[in-house]
């Protein structure tokens, strides 16, 4: 199959690479993107696992192929933390212990950006609901209702904390297809020469 | 866990997608929301020698209130009508139970029209299309056709649409005013497909039931839509006692299979008990508005 030329944004920076059409977007942001905080457990649908920002919302990137993100801009888990300060939901997740083993946390994290952004003073059921797509086979999640919890008390007391992550409003009725959109990046958004504009190499090494 | 390989087509126009399908016609598949298709392809379960890639066509998506009946196009995302006051306001039922559709993620992408075409036996709106009379548009080699809910599911994942057609409109009916509504469903998990499931309507009139609307899902081949309990209902004042005859003739109308999920004893049971909750929650709703 030949392969496709796929240009899209994830954290800011522009990506360009080329892939088989059959390549899903979670492969293409790890392996072509070196992104590699986007996690793969299932890789079909179950697990949560894979959970990204696609222009603002959550979606399983192992079930779209990277062709479809054609021109969109993706958030990952890279995309969270400024510098070596996390972002207060990464915090919360730290201070209470809200990951084991830390293989399923970056969906976590994502889901949760997008659902604080929907419901920022979510109800503990409310909040069990909003996870419930997303797996920890350590079992942990307790605790990560209790950081998602103290997450939002974290976001309620700094308005502006961090809070333009991923915020693109959700689809009206009228606009309700999302499209994949070309925005510029934020100002000051770094363009990473190593991936920026060229064709980055399929990385060797085990397949997972 | 990697799809096999395909040929990836990309539609901007309706007509650009019909020509495509009139061309591969069996060899292909229409990837819309892909929540379901990508798994499949992901298993190689599915391996389609094409894939047609409707999501640019952006014409399909939409939601149109005509008064009578809510248009919403193919491709509307599933999180996008949950979200539409149209919805809201002509059809909370279809709110109601978009809301128990996967998770989040999925209904971001998931669309309304690939929910339908994919006809699973456990979906929601399969049961509330059948339910409410509603119809959907589908263009092909042959032209526009519109196609009742009930002459559109065959079987397990099977409906009438032909290969070469593209599923362009699914049309909800919005519920007659002053109506009760509930959809109703037994999960093992929340946004879990359904163990069985329940979409019910009751229009009303001088105390009395006027009609009455059920659509069951994950009991049986297709959507299940229980004459004999509608008949039941209609022209009669609620009652307990009512419901519970309701809910009998539920269990005697629908054909479950077991799975590792829950037996089939225990999914008919369900249908009936859900039927149950749901009448009487319909019915609240409409002194509600009284």
Redesign the interface.
Known sequence: ?PL?RITLRVNGATYAGEA???K?LA?FIREDCGLTGTHLG?????C?AC?ILMDG????S????A??AEGAELTTVEGLADGDRLHPIQQAYWDHHALQCGFCTPGFLM?TV??LNDNPQPTEREI???L??NLCRCTGYQNIVKAVAAAAHTLAAAPGARREIGTAA????A?????PRKTGGPPGASHRPRHSGKTAKRRSGPKR | MKPAPFEYHCPRTVDEGTALLAKYGDDAKVLAGGQSLVPLMNMRLARPANLIDINRIESLAYIRDDGRTLRIGALTRQRAAERAPQVAERCPLLRDALRLVGHAQIRNRGTIGGSIAHADPAAELTAILVALDGEVTARGPKGTRVIAARDLFVSYLTTSLDPRELLTEVSFPALPAGAGWSWMEIARRHGDFALAGVGVVLAARGGKIAHARIGLTGVGPTPVRPAEAERLLAGRAPSEDLWKGAAEAVRAAVTPDGDIHASAEYRTHVAGVLTQRALREAWERVREAA
């Open positions: 199959m496709r088989e059409p059959r899903t492969d299932c890789e079909h649908g179950v949560g959970t919302q959550t979606v399983r192992c079930l779209m192929f062709v479809q889901t997008e659902f069990r609901e909003a419930a797509g959700p689809p009206r009725a606009n309700v297809m999302a499209a």
